[in-house]
């Protein structure tokens, strides 16, 4: 008889866990924070870090469900494209928001409504054009993945004594390390401390040790802004990569701290207008899928047209 971890495995053949981009799901950002706390306390909170750890397979189960539940359906809405195209999930191209594919598909199924033997050869050039601009978009996607490692690595490559890309599932290039004065007051000294690095080798483990904790506390600092916006506004988790709203840059935005002290006021009413609620929800989620797509266009700008192909550039979702 098979083992559980076998039978769990089992239940997801599609889905490797690299490609599920699951520490920016919020049942994982709900989590993350407090089993990491308990991780520090063991083993007093040795069950409370078991039923954790539970909560967060479980919501990996859940989330290869959905990822392959939403591919299954794009390929019920596209058969003329596979399952992977260039090795990107078609569900993580949207391609329901791309014009281009769009149009296209508009096209294929006008001709499929003339009727199988009305016009084949269009068809089959159609069909060709659909999977040549769904390459495109995988590509695109592609590059982007690419070039956020990229300055991911960047960082780390600033920073040597970090140990990986991530600290405490959150990627260096959002923890902003060069603005938090104290992590640069530590930087500095080190490198101070580096002129003489044999003489200074105990004073730069320390320092090191020093700005390792300083990311340690900013990552979690972070994370825990991710949990408040997600447990205030639950419906942001519908927008891919809301967890960028965390980010206090992008909270300065007008519009969407006028919408979103307003959403908050109205929620807090004992006897609110259900109505004007939800028109208020509704401005406020086009505002932060404006916010997101502005960050977005900032990212493909930094990737470049010699990274990304240039018909693809304005189709990156991340």
Known sequence: ?????????????????????????PCFARCRTSWTVCALTRPKMRNRLRRRRGRCEHGAM????????????????YPFLPRRVDDVLMSDLRLAEDGVFQELVARRDALVAAGPGSNPELL??????????????????????????DEDEAVRARNPFLESNEVKLVPLRE??????????????????????PVRNAAAIAATEEALRGRVEELALAR???????????????????????????IKRS???????????????????????????????????????????????????????????LSHVRA
């Open 223 to 249: 994370a825990a802004a991710e949990d408040v916006l997600l447990a205030k506004y639950p419906f942001f988790a519908t927008l891919p990569g809301a967890v960028l709203l965390a980010n206090e840059d």
């Open 1 to 25: 008889m098979r083992s559980t971890r076998a039978c769990r495995r089992s239940r997801l053949p599609v889905l490797p866990l690299w490609k599920w981009v699951w520490w920016r799901i």
């Open 254 to 312: 007008p519009l969407f701290a006028t919408l979103a002290a307003r959403y908050e006021e109205l929620a807090a009413q004992p006897e609110v207008d259900e109505s004007e609620l939800e028109t208020v929800k509704d401005a406020l989620l086009q505002s932060a899928a404006r916010l997101l797509s502005e960050e977005k266009e900032a990212e493909r700008a930094g990737c470049g047209s010699a990274q990304c192909p240039p018909r693809a």
């Open 62 to 77: 859940e989330l290869g469900s959905a990822k392959l539940q939403a591919t299954e359906e794009e390929q019920r809405k």
């Open 175 to 196: 923890l902003g390390l060069p603005s938090d004065p104290t992590y640069a007051a530590l930087a500095n000294e080190r490198l101070q401390l580096m002129q003489s």
């Open 124 to 149: 089959t050039a159609t069909e060709r054009q659909l999977r040549g601009r769904a390459s495109e978009l995988a590509a695109a996607n592609k590059a982007v993945d690419a070039f956020r490692t």
